[in-house]
């Protein structure tokens, strides 16, 4: 029986903490816990797990928090390609942007947005799981689904409008095109790019479009005739962007928030740590 929860329940966990990895372990601790009650007692299964598995991604986010603080330059969710994903991690429609606005959420207010607005788990389910009651849930839930709306963009892009800029970036930063870069970025585009400490990576967000032309322009200078692999234009939690291996061969991927024909935002993933899903997906 558990094994048919486990897509729905890595999903939760995913949305939860962010790594692949780390939500596959909680899966497995609540699989342990499951096979150490009488389940035959348990009338909804389903319930059941989701409300361990939130518990158990509230206990693990405690001990991230103070990871996350001492976590070398920015903190960028593990990427996962659409391609990648099972139907119910794309029916989420959680961009990899939203999930960044998840990010800022206490972790009550993720676990109740979650709980509600994306598994439909009845309030008192919900007010269970997480120790609160039914009337403070539903303020957590209103404040979380709040600041994700605001998030949220305004139009949808088509995918090969995406595919276009992604590309057209990929070749401007590749040949060191400056005109080209910056053409394609809006004015107040912010760059992120997450390394870990483990690989190469600027520590802190660069704000402005003449900033970050001029850091992709850095980038080429350093390696003057290098060669940069695409090996893939993909779609990345949601955003269009790219897989590619750098001339230093770190596989990393680049993916857009772009508006009105714009890139916005800019998230590049180095964490060698990160990388094991899509690294298993070019295989």
């Known amino acids: 029986m558990f094994e048919t929860h486990r897509p729905r329940l890595v999903r939760l966990a995913y949305r939860m ?5 780390e939500a596959e372990d909680i899966v497995q601790d609540a ?5 150490r009650t009488e389940s035959r007692d348990i009338r909804d299964a389903g319930a059941y797990l989701r409300r361990t598995v939130a518990r158990l991604c509230l206990d693990h986010l405690k001990s991230a928090r103070t990871r996350r603080e001492t976590y070398f330059g920015s903190w960028l969710p593990e990427p996962i390609l659409d391609e990648g994903m099972n139907d119910d991690l794309r029916e989420d429609h959680l961009t990899l942007t939203l999930m960044l606005a998840l990010e ?27 120790g609160r009651d039914a009337a403070a849930i539903r303020q957590l839930a209103s404040r979380a689904r709040k600041h994700v709306r605001d998030s949220r963009p305004r139009f ?20 060191g095109d400056a005109d080209a870069l910056r053409g394609l970025l809006s004015d107040a585009v912010i760059a992120r790019s997450d390394g ?26 350093k390696f003057g005739g290098a060669e940069t692999e695409l090996i893939r234009l993909t779609t990345i939690d949601g955003l ?19 508006i009105d024909g714009r890139i916005v935002s800019i998230f590049i993933t180095r964490n060698p740590d990160k990388m094991t899903v899509v690294a298993r997906a070019l295989n």
């Open 196 to 221: 870990g400490g483990r690989v190469a990576a600027f520590p802190n967000p660069v704000y402005g479009a003449d900033r970050v032309t001029r850091l992709f322009e850095g980038i080429h200078r």
């Open 156 to 175: 949808p892009l088509e995918k090969t409008e995406g595919e276009r800029i992604a590309k057209a970036f990929f070749d401007a930063a590749k040949s």
């Open 17 to 21: 903490v962010g790594t692949m990895p």
């Open 240 to 258: 269009p962007g790219f897989i590619s291996r750098d001339p230093e061969g770190v596989l990393q991927t680049v993916a857009f928030e772009i």
């Open 31 to 35: 699989w342990i816990r499951w096979e």
């Open 104 to 130: 800022r959420l206490s972790p009550l207010e993720r676990a109740a947005f979650l709980l509600h607005d994306v598994f439909d788990t009845p309030m008192p389910d919900i007010a269970e799981a997480l």
